[in-house]
């Protein structure tokens, strides 16, 4: 009965079996279906191809990452070291400035002390200027100060320029009694405006001129005036002689006719080597240079006698039609009659004038040096 049982059993399953194959196959299909089906599956197999495609560029862009991974970090770190370092040095820096800090606003705040002294100082001098007190102080020192220039240095032009500066700060005062005062000055700024100044700058700077083209005057050759001739006269033959001495005396005489003898006076300047005529241009130069130390010395007594030897040594050794020559000639003969010492006028009495003023006596004789 096992045997039965289990060959039945078998038989039913090979019947089930035989069942589910007949559900499970599908019924075919058609052809169109088929076709899209696979155009389907071939997209799939592409997409899958460039997405593995892109995952490879991926991975090998990762890879590259992350070999530049430990440059970067040293790169990095290097960075942060410098960092460190400039951190360091702006410390010490800021260090090293805060006394330079400290310094300028000291300075600053002296800076300001000294401006509001200025500002004080101005504003003092500010109220003062039409001080009468004031303006009368400063007149007394101009007068002294002009006096002093007139009597030590004989400096007239300054003494006018500061007696000119007087009589302006004078004019500012309308008080009657300084009238007498300024008639005084108007006196003594005339007297002296008088005065026949001679320029000593500019006749200095002329000389100095003079002195360095020295070399570019023209000396005295090829240009002599006539000489004179001497001749020996021919004594006349006596008729008496006899003929042979007639001839002798006749061929004598022609003989003596070809000789002439001259006498030349400017032989000495014809005749002057290259190394003389150096030593005539130097001497002229230092001539000229001694006229100027006496001309800035105000010697007019040695002034007058080096121009004259200047002069006559340009008439002896240099040609006197040369243009340069004769405009030098006329220079020196007007500083010739130059007098640099004039008799200059007596200004004291201005300050006499001033300390005359009621008020002002006790005070001017103070200040007065």
Do not use: C
């Amino acid at each position: 009965m096992t045997e039965e049982t289990a060959k039945s059993t078998t038989n039913q399953d090979k019947k089930t079996n035989v069942t589910i194959e007949k559900v499970a196959t599908p019924p075919p299909k058609k052809s169109g279906k088929k076709r899209g089906k696979g155009f389907f599956i071939l997209f799939l197999l592409l997409l899958l191809s460039a997405a593995i495609g892109l995952s490879y560029y991926l991975w090998q862009q990762h890879q590259a990452l992350l070999n530049q991974i430990p440059t970067l970090t040293d790169q990095i770190t290097d960075l942060k070291s410098q960092i460190q370092t400039a951190q360091s040095s702006d410390e010490k820096i800021t260090q090293a400035l805060q006394p330079v800090e400290k310094r300028l606003h000291e300075l600053a705040v002296q800076q300001q002390n000294l401006a509001s002294q200025q500002n004080n100082i101005a504003y003092r001098l500010q109220q003062s200027v039409n001080n009468p007190d004031w303006i009368l102080a400063e007149v007394a020192y101009l007068f002294t100060l002009a006096n002093h220039r007139l009597v030590l240095t004989k400096d007239a032009q300054g003494a006018l320029t500061v007696l000119q500066a007087a009589d302006e700060r004078l004019q500012t005062l309308s008080n009657p009694a300084l009238l007498n005062v300024k008639e005084q000055l108007a006196k003594a700024i005339a007297d002296l405006q008088a005065l026949e100044l001679v320029q000593i700058e500019m006749l200095s700077l002329r000389l100095a001129h003079h002195a360095a083209h020295a070399d570019q005057l023209a000396l005295f050759q090829g240009q002599q005036k006539a000489v004179a001739q001497k001749t020996e006269e021919v004594v006349p033959v006596a008729q008496e002689k006899a003929d042979w001495q007639m001839m002798a005396a006749h061929v004598w005489q022609e003989l003596k006719k070809l000789v002439t003898v001259r006498y030349n006076p400017e032989a000495e300047k014809s005749l002057l080597s290259q190394a003389q005529r150096q030593i005539v241009k130097d001497t002229l130069r230092l001539k000229l240079e001694t006229s100027r130390l006496f001309l800035l010395q105000q010697d007019s007594k040695n002034f007058t006698a080096t121009i004259r030897a200047v002069r006559d040594w340009l008439h002896h050794y240099y040609d006197q039609n040369d243009e340069n020559v004769q405009m030098l000639q006329t220079h020196l003969a007007k500083m010739q009659s130059l007098n640099l010492t004039p008799e200059l006028p007596d200004i004291s009495y201005l300050m006499n004038a001033l300390q005359n003023l009621s008020g002002m006596e006790d005070y001017l004789t103070e200040s007065a040096p």
